[in-house]
Structure formats: C-alpha cells, structure tokens
DNA sequence: GTGGTCTAGACCACA
DNA sequence: GTGGTCTAGACCACA
C-alpha cells in the first residue's frame, strides 16, 4: 500500500499515518466513499500496534476527513479531497518552515540551503536528476 | 542571546540546545575557550528547567564539543569549530531529507516543493526576496 | 539479579549500571536480543530512582549497547558482545591503574601491592584462596 | 614536591590531598613536627583553589594527623607515622578491594585479574619489569 | 558562584 | 505495560 512510516523522524507514528492517509486522498489514490484499511489489515501490513492505527483514524475523524459507515468501516467523506490537498501544502510548509528556520538561525543562508533541498531531492528522486542539479538555483545571464 | 526554543516542533527542547549550541559554534558566535551561558543562566533566560539544560550539555559533552573546567563552567573545546560546521550540515540535510521525502511521498513533485522552499524563505529572509524568487528552481524555457 | 550498587565508592549509580550490564553482557548472562529489566522494576529492585535507571539506560544506548524496541523494552544490540568484553577490561583495567598509581606515588612497592592484591583476592574469592595464593605469586619451596 | 593530582579518577580532590600528605608521611618525606606547606603555597603549586587546599588540611587536623601551631602554620603530629602507615595500608586495600569486587562481579577470573595488575605494574614502574611479568611476584631462591 | 548527581513525580507516545 | 521528556528541588565538590 501506500504508507511508510519512519520511526526516528521525531513524528509520532499515529501523526504519520493520518497525515498518509490525508496525502492519499490528496493525490487521489484515496477517492470519496472508498474504505481505508481495516485497523487489523493496516496493523499487520505495517506492523504496527492496532491501537496506534485506531488513535490516527479517531483523529482522522475528528478532522472531518473520514467516517463510520457502521458495519463497514471508515470511508473518505465527501468533501475531503479539497481538504487533504489544503492539508497536504500546509502540513509540508509547516515542517519545512521549522527546518528551514533552524538552517537560518544555525547560519546556513539561502543558497547553502537551496543546495542541500536541491541534492535530496536528487538523490530521492533520480530522474529528476538532470533538472534539480543543472540549472536550479544559478541564473543563466 | 543566540537561542530560541520551539516547545511543539518535535524535537526535543534539550536536543535544540544542543543544536543550537553546536551551530553558534559553527557560525563562530561561540568561540573555542569561550564559556557557555551557565546552566542556571540560560535556566532563566529560557525560562527552562536547569535539569533540561544540563542535559544538552552533557550530551554536548560527551560528543566532545564543550568541556568542563571544573568550578569555572563549560568551554569550547578545541576542534570544536569543524565538527560543529560539519554537524550543522548533517543535521539539516537529515531534517530535510525527512520532510522532503514526506513531501514527495505525499505527491508533490520536486517543482511544487522548492516552490514551497522558495516561498518560506522569501517569507523568513525578506532581503533575500528576489535573489531567492528569480532563478533558482525554473528551467530555463 | 546481577545488579549490586555501592552508593560510597567514588562511581555513580547510574554510572555502575552502565558497567553491570555491560559487565552482564561481556560474560553472556545477558545476550543478543534479550530485553533489560525495565526501567520500573530495576527501580524497584535496587530501590533507586527510576530517573537514575533511565540515565544509565540512555548512556547504554548511546554507546551502542543497546537499542529501543518501542512500547516492548530495551534490548541488547548485536555486535554488543565483543564491545563489552572490549570495554570492561578496559574499565577495570583504567581502575587498577588509577589505584596502583596511587599506591606506587604513596611509596608502596610492587611486590607489597600485589601481596595485598593476592590477599584482597582470597577473602573476595575464598575458593580460589589456595589457587591465588600458590602458583601466580609464592615461590616454590 | 610530592602531590600529583588526578583529575579525573573519582576521588575528590582534596580527598587526593588529605591522602596524599599521609602518604608522604607514611614515607617519612614528611617527619613529625615538619610544618606543611602553606594553603596558598600549595594551591599555587598544584593549580588547585585554596579552598579546596584549607578543606583537605582541616580533614587532617580532624583526623589528628597535622596539628596548628599558631603563627606558624600546620605541622605532623607526633603519632602520625604509625598512623599514616597504618592508613595507607588501608586506603589502598579499600580501593583495590572495591576494583577487584566489581573486576569478580564482571566475570573477570582471579588469573585474568591478576595478569592486569602485573602489566599494569610492569607500564607504571618500568624497572620491576621482568620480574613482574615472567614470574608473578616472587623471585625464586 | 560553577556543574554533577539524585530523588520525586508528572505527562506523552506506543504496545 | 514500555521508555522519553520535563519540572522542581535537594545536596555535593570545587572556585
């Protein structure tokens, strides 16, 4: 499936599995009406304690993007598409805001910066290889 | 002083000083033989538990960074300066290698996400504005 | 178990700890993949505090001794064997030194030192007293 | 003159002093009724806060080894050199005792532990060299 | 004044 | 149940 969780990232599992879910919705690999994994499957297929799973589908559900069909499950709400692609930008703004403030406040400057976001996203993306290391950052005169 | 403490961003508060610390030494604020702000001092200052600061100084110790010069405080240790340069590089890389891969996981494309950089840091370096807008991450038509 | 604290000799607790379970792990009592007590019930055990459990286990952790199984304990990392065998002879090793310097500086000389080591070992070890005390350092009649 | 201090080896500091000056007396480098040498003398030497200096020579007086003589400073008691012999035995039986207990708690054999000691010896006090790593302790007649 | 150690006890994430 | 973090406050060695 679509999750990936990381354990030293410094966010709380549970965080990260709603934020996933929110992602997928938000790429539609998640469409309205569809059910989410039962706790069980998700449980076992990441390995990961159901009760870990249940506190971030609550919370999925607490923030409007998920309800219970009774006697099926947890499908995406109507609506939550919008939300999850808002979400997403501000959920990834957010964390890069925070890193890119310690970066400015440890000294690093812009360029420094951009350089570094410019070498991970080649090496996590490698096809995009090419565009991110030519020209990103200099001007061309 | 030179630090600034975020209680909800995920890392620890004794781990930002530790942090914090290691850049003010990278970026040559703290100087190798100078001493730290004493643990009650920066207690205050922060408005932080003395224990929570000692504790980044421990750890600041054991990675070899300060020293204690008993009865007088902790001092930067010699060689202090390129292992903090070289930490501060690493620390950032990792932090954003996390949110990067979030970001990509999540369905953003490497454009989307250094115009996200781009914005944050126009936002956080208002001088820095244009230099950051211009080029930096358009290919060239 | 394995644990006995001596709040008066010099070591901290928490620092006696750290070297009982490395101690424990070199001479395999503890193994690869077994979980510590946790931190509760060795509090118990030794009627210390939890904190000081907790500030032995994180050093353990930094040292690469042991790792966290989240929500299950701490276990003994592999590879943790030979850094253990490594480490307590070179802290006792470290500790012999630091006496015998002082015993020397003191005017003692070699063979009363290790008269006194003979006798020290024969009262601590009384089932080796006759081994102790005829090959390694009495002459043959 | 005769102090040498160790930072770092778990004794208090002006624990090393108190220790220090009986051991001088135990070997008659310091005689009855010799004064000592001043706090501020000795504080100059050693580099060590005259605080800590007045601290050690008041636990000495209290353990009736020196006494004041007033206008002219501290000086060895009578008594003090079957004292300080008798002490010196003592101290270092103790810390040797505390080492070998926690050496036999770790697993380490008598054999191995005592095969420490002789190199130990053998590095600190170079000329009892091969005596103290052929053939233990003991010459043979 | 300096840091180091320890106790006591709270709250959190996770199993 | 597990450990991690933090607060509050005590006492010690050393300057």
Do not use: W
Request: with cysteine; aromatic share 4%; proline share 4%.
């Amino acid at each position: 499936m679509f999750f990936s969780i990381d354990t030293n990232n410094g966010v709380a599992i549970y965080e990260q599995i709603v934020r996933q879910v929110k992602f997928a919705i938000a790429e539609e690999s998640l469409r309205v009406g569809q059910l989410l994994p039962s706790v069980r499957a998700l449980s076992v297929e990441l390995a990961i304690n159901p009760n870990t799973i249940a506190r971030a589908y609550q919370q999925l559900q607490s923030d409007g993007v998920i309800e219970l069909l009774r006697g099926r499950g947890l499908a995406v709400c109507t609506g939550a598409l919008e939300a999850c692609r808002s979400d997403r930008r501000t959920i990834i703004a957010d964390r890069l805001r925070s890193v890119l403030k310690e970066a400015l406040h440890g000294g690093l400057d812009a360029y420094e910066i951009q350089s570094i976001v410019r070498n991970q996203l080649a090496e996590l993306v490698p096809t995009i290889n090419t565009v991110a290391s030519n020209s990103p950052t200099q001007p061309i005169s």
